[in-house]
Structures are given as structure tokens and as C-alpha cells.
């Protein structure tokens, strides 16, 4: 990792931990299919790319001008749009895409994103790796909220195991010091570099899907359902930078 435009929070990725980033996409995603169907064989799971320009009527309220990057109005009938601060967003929308328009596509249902998101970090040093572009992996496994299977909880230990199998550090499961206003709980898997506890996931149970879901019995009225969100957010920049910390590259 370097720093060669000598400003905070923007640094070159070299191909040695490129090639690390993509073998952690790859085994991330498939260590939580098989979590997933473990608990639930009836898990879908699928992978999405959105574009990182985003309709700034998508993202959260709780972003404000300050803290992502807009893009500039030219004219009054340009649609405003910023850089992503996160994946989620875009997530939802092919979720309801494939949900409204694709009989067959049904709860539970994991749609997962890896890539760019950008934010407007305050000036630290890189070690914090507070990143102002920075990467991505965020699983969004949606279920009806009267399922009986609490897989926030069930989803936490295997999380653990499949960070610390990459990144050969201490591992450790931690209340967030932050609980968002779309979470019922959120938790961090943080790792232990030597010079910090630096946090590399958070899991929560999100419950901000933005359509109830529909079942349909054979005898009766359709019946809807509330719908719960497992997410879980992996910050791939900090995996691969505990990853070179513990390698002693």
C-alpha cells in the first residue's frame, strides 16, 4: 500500500495485495453461502454490481452534504447524484427488482456487492485506514421477521472463523461503539495489529428493507410479512491492510 499523491486517504493498492483483495472476495462470499444454507438450505444467494453514482434521493438522510461526495448540478433538470457512500442502497433496489418482477424469487434472499464506495473522512494518518475511497463487501440476506431462525446470532462466530482464516491475527467480537438508526444490533469482528484493535466488519440486523413481503397460501388471503436484514459489511482495504501487517509486508 502506498501512499504516492502524499495526501491522507488516498493510496495505490500494488498487484500482490490486489490479487489478496480478490481471493477475499471469493472466499468470503462462498463461506457465507455455506453458513447461510447450513442454517437454511432455502437461501438465495446471488452477486450484483450497481453503478457507484447514486441517485442522491437513495442515500440515507443521515449523510449530509459534508460527509460524501456530490456531484455538481450543471443545469435544474440534472438528476442529482453523489459517489456512494455505501453499497446498501443499490442493494435494496435490485432486491426489490428481482422480488416484484421474478415469481420465483423469494425470501430468504442474500444479494451481495463488492466494490468502491467514497466518503469525506476527516484528515488522519493511513494507518487508520480511514479511507476516502475505499472497498467494499456487503451481504444483504433478507427473511421475514417471524422466521425462526435468529441468524444474526448464528452468523457471528463463523464471521470470526472466516476473517481469522485470512488474516493470521487475534480476532475478537465486539458491541459497535455506534448503533445505527436502521439497527436493531450491530456488532464489530475487530483484529489486533499491534499498534490497534482496528475494526474490519460490522454485523446488524438491519430492519430498513424498504417493501413488506407477500405470501401467497394455498386457501386465503395473501399474508404480509415484515422483513428483516442480516448485513454483513466487510471492509476489504482494512482486511488486506491487517493482512500485509501480519505477513510483514
Given at each position: 500500500?502506498?501512499?504516492?499523491?502524499?495526501?491522507?486517504?488516498?493510496?495505490?493498492?500494488?498487484?500482490?495485495e490486489i490479487n489478496m483483495r480478490d481471493h477475499m472476495v471469493r472466499f468470503f462470499s462462498e463461506e457465507v453461502?455455506?453458513?447461510?444454507?447450513?442454517?437454511?438450505?432455502?437461501?438465495?444467494?446471488?452477486?450484483?454490481?450497481?453503478?457507484?453514482?447514486?441517485?442522491?434521493?437513495?442515500?440515507?438522510?443521515?449523510?449530509?452534504?459534508?460527509?460524501?461526495?456530490?456531484?455538481?448540478?450543471?443545469?435544474?433538470?440534472?438528476?442529482?447524484?453523489?459517489?456512494?457512500?455505501?453499497?446498501?442502497?443499490?442493494?435494496?433496489?435490485?432486491?426489490?427488482?428481482?422480488?416484484?418482477?421474478?415469481?420465483?424469487?423469494?425470501?430468504?434472499?442474500?444479494?451481495?456487492?463488492?466494490?468502491?464506495?467514497?466518503?469525506?473522512?476527516?484528515?488522519?494518518?493511513?494507518?487508520?485506514?480511514?479511507?476516502?475511497?475505499?472497498?467494499?463487501?456487503?451481504?444483504?440476506?433478507?427473511?421475514?421477521?417471524?422466521?425462526?431462525?435468529?441468524?444474526?446470532?448464528?452468523?457471528?462466530?463463523?464471521?470470526?472463523?472466516?476473517?481469522?482464516?485470512?488474516?493470521?491475527?487475534?480476532?475478537?467480537?465486539?458491541?459497535?461503539?455506534?448503533?445505527?438508526?436502521?439497527?436493531?444490533?450491530?456488532?464489530?469482528?475487530?483484529?489486533?495489529?499491534?499498534?490497534?484493535?482496528?475494526?474490519?466488519?460490522?454485523?446488524?440486523?438491519?430492519?430498513?428493507?424498504?417493501?413488506?413481503?407477500?405470501?401467497?397460501?394455498?386457501?386465503?388471503?395473501?399474508?404480509?410479512?415484515?422483513?428483516?436484514?442480516?448485513?454483513?459489511?466487510?471492509?476489504?482495504?482494512?482486511?488486506?491492510?491487517?493482512?500485509?501487517?501480519?505477513?510483514?509486508?
Amino acid at each position: 500500500m502506498l501512499n504516492l499523491f502524499n495526501v491522507n486517504s488516498l493510496v495505490h493498492w500494488e498487484e500482490r495485495e490486489i490479487n489478496m483483495r480478490d481471493h477475499m472476495v471469493r472466499f468470503f462470499s462462498e463461506e457465507v453461502r455455506s453458513f447461510l444454507r447450513s442454517v437454511n438450505p432455502a437461501w438465495d444467494v446471488r452477486r450484483v454490481e450497481a453503478p457507484a453514482l447514486t441517485p442522491r434521493a437513495l442515500i440515507s438522510g443521515a449523510y449530509t452534504n459534508a460527509d460524501i461526495w456530490v456531484q455538481e448540478q450543471l443545469t435544474e433538470t440534472d438528476i442529482p447524484l453523489v459517489l456512494r457512500p455505501e453499497t446498501t442502497p443499490s442493494t435494496y433496489v435490485y432486491m426489490q427488482h428481482i422480488l416484484n418482477n421474478h415469481s420465483r424469487t423469494r425470501l430468504p434472499l442474500c444479494v451481495w456487492q463488492a466494490g468502491r464506495s467514497y466518503r469525506r473522512e476527516q484528515e488522519q494518518p493511513t494507518k487508520h485506514m480511514r479511507l476516502k475511497e475505499f472497498w467494499q463487501l456487503e451481504f444483504q440476506c433478507a427473511y421475514t421477521a417471524d422466521s425462526g431462525n435468529d441468524y444474526h446470532a448464528a452468523s457471528l462466530e463463523p464471521v470470526r472463523r472466516m476473517i481469522a482464516a485470512l488474516i493470521p491475527l487475534p480476532t475478537r467480537i465486539v458491541p459497535s461503539d455506534r448503533l445505527p438508526a436502521y439497527s436493531q444490533t450491530t456488532v464489530d469482528v475487530e483484529v489486533d495489529n499491534g499498534d490497534k484493535w482496528m475494526e474490519v466488519c460490522s454485523i446488524s440486523r438491519r430492519t430498513d428493507f424498504p417493501d413488506r413481503y407477500r405470501t401467497q397460501p394455498k386457501k386465503g388471503p395473501a399474508v404480509e410479512h415484515d422483513v428483516l436484514v442480516l448485513e454483513i459489511a466487510i471492509g476489504l482495504d482494512r482486511c488486506v491492510y491487517n493482512w500485509n501487517m501480519a505477513t510483514g509486508m
